[in-house]
T-cell receptor, first 110, second 115 residues
Framework: GQQVMQIPQYQHVQEGEDFTTYCNSS?????IQWYKQRPGGHPVFLIQ?????EVKKQKRLTFQFGEAKKNSSLHITATQTTDVGTYFCAGRRGDYKLSFGAGTTVTVRA | GAVVSQHPSRVICKSGTSVKIECRSLDFQATTMFWYRQFPKQSLMLMAT?????????EQGVEKDKFLINHASLTLSTLTVTSAHPEDSSFYIC???????????FGPGTRLTVL
């Protein structure tokens, strides 16, 4: 079954507003990755977090990895229409496999 | 990032036929390739992991005789859906990685429809 929980499943955002999507794992992760999948497209790698408490930024996107390495978040500021898509977190345990969260599908109203 | 191609992008077949999907890493050597299945509006479910030159490792519940995987070279892995049935209709996505621990680069996916 799914070992990485992701919420919310859907996020409808007013253009210009901020939002956050959260991932939680029942077990400690060695690292966590984030992907974005545009409608009709395939997942595209965004970033990987490895260290406890790590924070990384990509322009308007801020990624965090929890101190216990069991949770992660993606915060997007000043949402734009180009942010539309589904954001997946994917956690890696001790082995090489990635467990994908259910994804947060983001829609933006202008 | 690296480029991974998949062929075909779409396929419609009759029930009982077999379908082969190719996954190629175009600009790097992929020691490991992963095959995922994605149902509409759902997440990616790992089906199997293939390493070049060795047998694929299948996830629990995935029939290895139904989903045949071959990883004959460092740039090509194939997934054959044998005796396809309507319930096999799905979006199949491969990803490639230089090593097991590296980031995965996803192919564009193959939409399979079995009539």
């Amino acid at each position: 079954g799914q070992q990485v929980m992701q919420i919310p499943q859907y996020q409808h955002v007013q253009e210009g507003e901020d939002f956050t999507t959260y991932c939680n794992s029942s077990t400690t992760l060695s690292n966590i990755q984030w992907y974005k999948q545009r409608p009709g497209g395939h997942p595209v790698f965004l970033i990987q977090l490895v260290k406890s408490g790590e924070v990384k930024k990509q322009k308007r996107l801020t990624f965090q990895f929890g101190e216990a390495k069991k949770n992660s978040s993606l915060h997007i500021t000043a949402t734009q229409t180009t942010d539309v898509g589904t954001y997946f977190c994917a956690g890696r345990r001790g082995d090489y496999k990635l467990s994908f969260g259910a994804g947060t599908t983001v829609t933006v109203r202008a | 990032g690296a480029v991974v191609s998949q062929h075909p992008s779409r396929v419609i077949c009759k029930s009982g036929t077999s379908v082969k999907i190719e996954c190629r890493s175009l600009d790097f050597q992929a020691t490991t390739m992963f095959w995922y299945r994605q149902f509409p509006k759902q997440s990616l479910m790992l089906m199997a992991t293939s390493n070049e030159g060795s047998k694929a490792t299948y996830e629990q519940g995935v029939e290895k005789d139904k989903f045949l995987i071959n990883h004959a070279s460092l740039t090509l892995s194939t997934l054959t859906v044998t005796s396809a049935h309507p319930e096999d209709s799905s979006f199949y996505i491969c990803s490639a990685s230089a090593t097991m621990e590296n980031e995965q680069f996803f192919g564009p996916g193959t939409r399979l429809t079995v009539l």
